[in-house]
Nanobody, 127 residues
Framework: QVQLVESGGGSVQTGGSLRLSCTFS????????MGWFRQAPGKEREGVAT????????YYADSVKGRFTISQDNAKNTLYLQMDSLKPEDTAMYYC????????????????????WGQGTQVTVSS
C-alpha cells in the first residue's frame, strides 16, 4: 500500500522560506513521477512542480519558477520542495503526488495524471 506523508508546512511572512518534505513507502515497483500540487480555497488543484525519477526532467509552474525547487532523495524515500521568496498568493494546501506507471522521461503536470496522494500540508504566507 503506497503511502505519502507531507510535512514542513507553516506560516511565514512575505519573502520567507519553507521546505516541504514528502516521505513515501509501499511502492511495489519503482515510482516514475512525483510532484507537488496546491489548492487554495475556491480554486482548482494546480501543479506546482514535478520530477522524473532520475531527476533529469523537472517542471515548474510559471508562477513559481526561480523561487521553488523540487528534488528527491531516493535513498531516504523523500521528495522535497524548497520554497523561497514566498508570496501571499502561495498560500494553499500543498499535496505530494506520485504515479508508478512506466514513463521514459515525461511526467504529467495535471493532477489527473497521478494515482497516489498525501493528506496535504498547509502553507500560509502573510503580507
Amino acid at each position: 500500500q503506497v503511502q505519502l506523508v507531507e510535512s514542513g508546512g507553516g506560516s511565514v511572512q512575505t519573502g520567507g522560506s519553507l521546505r516541504l518534505s514528502c516521505t513515501f513507502s509501499g511502492f511495489a515497483s519503482r515510482w516514475y513521477c512525483m510532484g507537488w500540487f496546491r489548492q487554495a480555497p475556491g480554486k482548482e488543484r494546480e501543479g506546482v512542480a514535478t520530477i522524473y525519477r532520475s531527476g533529469s526532467n523537472t517542471y515548474y509552474a510559471d508562477s513559481v519558477k526561480g523561487r521553488f525547487t523540487i528534488s528527491q532523495d531516493n535513498a531516504k524515500n523523500t521528495l522535497y520542495l524548497q520554497m523561497d521568496s514566498l508570496k501571499p498568493e502561495d498560500t494553499a494546501m500543498y499535496y505530494c503526488a506520485a504515479h508508478d506507471r512506466y514513463s521514459a522521461s515525461w511526467c504529467p503536470t495535471q493532477q489527473y495524471g497521478y494515482d497516489y496522494w498525501g493528506q496535504g500540508t498547509q502553507v500560509t504566507v502573510s503580507s
